[in-house]
């Protein structure tokens, strides 16, 4: 069974930093997927933070540029988001997700209609 589970979320002030945590289990070739981070806030639909490729490509919104960092460990099979200057409107469900086709995934992804699995999430509280 393909499974991610986030961790690391948390209560933090305006200014401060988190580091988000995404252990996967299940996965046979877990260096060759396109890896995210999307974030839901309430009232709001889900949108993509961060994505990462096999090769260590990454792409970010302009919302979170210079201030969001995603990092994967394959040894580890987990895939990070260092959050830095976190402001009140990062405050949401933060959720990981892959992406595997069959074929080492070139290119990262920001949609999340293109991954295929998802963790439970965890919540990040930034307050002002």
């Known amino acids: 069974q393909v499974q991610l589970v986030e961790s690391g979320g948390g209560s933090v002030q305006a200014g401060g930093s988190l580091r988000l945590s995404c252990e996967a289990s299940?996965?046979?070739?877990?260096?060759?997927?396109?890896l995210g981070w999307f974030r839901q806030a309430p009232g709001k639909e889900r949108e993509g933070v961060a994505g990462?490729?096999?090769?260590?490509?990454?792409i970010y919104p302009d919302s979170v540029k210079g201030r969001f960092t995603i990092s994967r460990d394959n040894a580890k099979n987990t895939l990070y988001l260092q959050m830095d200057t976190l402001e009140p409107e990062d405050t949401a469900m933060y959720y990981c997700?892959?992406?595997?086709?069959?074929?080492?995934?070139?290119?990262?992804?920001?949609?999340?209609?293109?991954?295929?699995?998802w963790g439970q999430g965890t919540q990040v509280t930034v307050s002002s």
């Open positions: 990462i490729d096999s090769v260590g490509k990454t």
């Open positions: 997700a892959a992406r595997w086709t069959g074929a080492r995934c070139t290119g990262p992804r920001s949609g999340q209609d293109q991954y295929y699995y």
């Open positions: 299940g996965y046979t070739y877990y260096n060759g997927y396109c």
